[in-house]
T-cell receptor, first 113, second 115 residues
Framework: GESVGLHLPTLSVQEGDNSIINCAYS??????FIWYKQESGKGPQFIID?????DKRQGQRVTVLLNKTVKHLSLQIAATQPGDSAVYFC????????????FGTGTQLKVEL | DTGVSQDPRHKITKRGQNVTFRCDPI?????LYWYRQTLGQGPEFLTY????????KSRLLSDRFSAERPKGSFSTLEIQRTEQGDSAMYLC?????????????FGPGTRLLVL
């Protein structure tokens, strides 16, 4: 399954399928990007990050892709599991903008059994 | 547990009262951040410290808000004369400044409800 970020805030996938969560970031001067997972009532949990001099980075079951030309970031989750159900946020850090993160609105991922 | 901790986890107060939240960062982390999150939105930056110095404050941080990190370890966020619009989740994060790739780790948050 695939989301289009702000225009489709909920993504439903079947257990075992791959998920793709998209994010359009706002500032071409951003140099660092992070994906966080947030479960209900909890703080955001770090998943994976990527610097602007890279276009792909892989972790365990997750891959982040960065397309600076169109200011687009995506998170791919392989073999989605029920425990992956949460809201996923992308965040960007502006070069020379201190160290604060600017977060997107988020995408709700629902994994159906 | 060696993660970021926050206290209290929940706070209900009446409009006009003052509230104070505490954040204990990961022990070796020299940077500490406060964010605010309202329902259905991503966290919004409020302020951050490097050691005990407050280096940046958002325009969201009105004069009713004050944050301190007196010994460069834990931090407090105080809201004076609370308003209903202050109801939100207040998140604390910490990081270790080590090169340019600096991951912020979040605590569980303090959920504030102003009646």
């Amino acid at each position: 399954g695939e989301s289009v970020g702000l225009h489709l805030p909920t993504l439903s996938v079947q257990e075992g399928d791959n998920s793709i969560i998209n994010c359009a970031y706002s500032n071409s001067a951003s140099d660092y990007f992070i994906w966080y997972k947030q479960e209900s009532g909890k703080g955001p949990q770090f998943i994976i990050d990527i610097r602007s001099n890279m276009d792909k980075r892989q972790g365990q079951r997750v891959t982040v892709l960065l397309n600076k030309t169109v200011k687009h970031l995506s998170l791919q989750i392989a073999a989605t599991q029920p425990g992956d159900s949460a809201v996923y946020f992308c965040a960007e850090r502006l070069t020379g903008g201190g160290n604060k993160l600017t977060f997107g609105t988020g995408t709700q991922l629902k994994v159906e059994l | 547990d060696t993660g970021v901790s926050q206290d209290p986890r929940h706070k209900i107060t009446k409009r006009g009262q003052n509230v104070t939240f505490r954040c204990d960062p990961i022990s070796e982390h020299n940077r500490l951040y406060w964010y605010r999150q309202t329902l259905g939105q991503g966290p919004e930056f409020l302020t951050y410290f490097q050691n005990e110095a407050q280096l940046e404050k958002s325009r969201l941080l009105s004069d009713r808000f004050s944050a301190e990190r007196p010994k460069g370890s834990f931090s407090t966020l105080e809201i004076q004369r609370t308003e209903q619009g202050d109801s939100a989740m207040y998140l604390c994060a910490s990081s270790l400044r080590e090169g340019r790739q600096e991951t912020q780790y979040f605590g569980p948050g303090t959920r504030l409800l102003v009646l």
